[in-house]
C-alpha cells in the first residue's frame, strides 16, 4: 500500500522553528518529484516548495523563500521541510505529495501534478 505520512507538526511561537518530515511507504520516492503544500481555514491548498527527484532543484513560494528549506534523503526514504522564523501567517495543515520525475517545474505548485498525498500535519503559529 502507498503511503505517505507526515510528521512533526504542532504548536510553536512566532519566530520558532519546526521540522517536518514526509515518510514513504508501499513506494521508493527516490524518483519522485516531492512537493509540501498547505491549506489554511477557508483558502486553498497552495504550494510551498518542492524538490527534484535527485535533490539537485528545488522550489519555494515566494512568502516562505529564505525561511524554509526543503531536503530530502533517498536511502531513509524520507523528505524534510525545514521551517525557520515561522509566522502566524504560516499557520496551516501541511501535506506532502509525490509527483513523478518530470513535474514541470514552472507550475510546480499547482496540486494536479502530483499523484501521491499524506494525511497531513498541522502547524500553528502562535504566541
Known amino acids: 500500500q502507498l503511503q505517505l505520512v507526515e510528521s512533526g507538526g504542532g504548536l510553536v511561537q512566532p519566530g520558532g522553528f519546526l521540522r517536518l518530515s514526509c515518510a514513504a511507504s508501499g513506494f521508493t520516492l527516490g524518483s519522485n518529484t516531492m512537493g509540501w503544500f498547505r491549506q489554511a481555514p477557508g483558502k486553498e491548498r497552495e504550494g510551498v516548495s518542492c524538490i527534484s527527484s535527485g535533490g539537485g532543484y528545488t522550489k519555494y513560494a515566494d512568502s516562505v523563500k529564505g525561511r524554509f528549506t526543503i531536503s530530502r534523503d533517498n536511502a531513509k526514504n524520507t523528505v524534510y521541510l525545514q521551517m525557520n522564523s515561522l509566522k502566524p501567517e504560516d499557520t496551516a495543515v501541511y501535506y506532502c505529495?509525490?509527483?513523478?520525475?518530470?513535474?514541470?517545474?514552472?507550475?510546480?505548485?499547482?496540486?494536479?501534478?502530483?499523484?501521491?498525498w499524506g494525511q497531513g500535519t498541522q502547524v500553528t503559529v502562535s504566541s
Open positions: 505529495a509525490a509527483g513523478p520525475p518530470g513535474v514541470v517545474f514552472s507550475t510546480w505548485y499547482r496540486p494536479e501534478h502530483y499523484d501521491y
